[in-house]
């Protein structure tokens, strides 16, 4: 379901391991790649470690019925992939600067540097979410059309540097606004159109 077309750069996703375990920390210390990538794809109850913490995350705090329902969707959608990615990920550039931190930071902690602004944390995230949608999708203003049939081609990739990364974004931005969510509805509204979109091919 996946392509790896337009000549696009795109960031590579380690390839889930079998449980491991390890004693002492070795190597780099703590906070090494080895060690960051060999944790993140250890396994819960058969599903990826990285899985699990970024579910955990998502339903963090009140995000109403329509979040609910879509991070749901997510899961179902990485469940049929057995929690793997392809060889690429979402088109890394144009993305907001805080999900390439969180990356580095094994993917926990919260958004580092802090979202100050929301407003401007938003316009990134729809210059990204933008860029990453087929091109069948047309744009109205700040958000897609909703409209059309096509292929979705990587925009549903799976794995840890795959839609999740869409659903984070999503999750420190509602966190930043606190109150007025009417901007947050709206993208979450664009995002699970384009979900279901893809989520109806599997």
């Given at each position: 379901m996946t392509r790896s077309?337009?000549?696009?750069?795109?960031?590579?996703t380690p390839t889930p391991q079998p449980r491991t375990t390890r004693s002492g920390g070795g190597g780099r210390g703590g906070k090494g790649k080895g060690k960051g990538r060999e944790s993140q794809n250890a396994l819960i109850d058969g599903v990826a470690k990285w899985a699990v913490d970024g579910?955990?995350?998502l339903l963090e705090g009140s995000g109403g019925a329509a979040w609910e329902n879509m991070v749901e969707t997510w899961w179902k959608h990485e469940k049929?992939?057995?929690f793997?990615?392809?060889?690429?990920?979402?088109?890394p550039s144009r993305r907001p600067a805080q999900v390439t931190t969180w990356i580095g930071q094994g993917r926990e902690g919260e958004p580092n540097?802090?979202?100050?602004?929301?407003y401007a944390f938003a316009s990134t995230w729809w210059s990204w979410w933008c860029a990453i949608n087929p091109e069948w999708q047309k744009r109205v203003g700040f958000r897609m059309e909703r409209s059309g049939e096509g292929d979705w081609g990587?925009?549903?990739?799976?794995?840890?540097n795959g839609f999740?990364?869409?659903m984070i974004c999503l999750r420190w931005w509602r966190d930043a606004l606190r109150d007025d969510l009417r901007?947050?509805?709206?993208a979450v509204a664009d995002v699970d159109w384009a979900l279901k979109g893809i989520t109806s091919k599997d």
């Open positions: 077309g337009g000549g696009a750069e795109r960031e590579g579910r955990k995350t049929l992939a057995s793997e990615g392809p060889a690429k990920g979402l088109l540097p802090p979202i100050v602004d929301a990587s925009t549903g990739a799976t794995g840890p999740l990364n869409v901007g947050w509805d709206e």
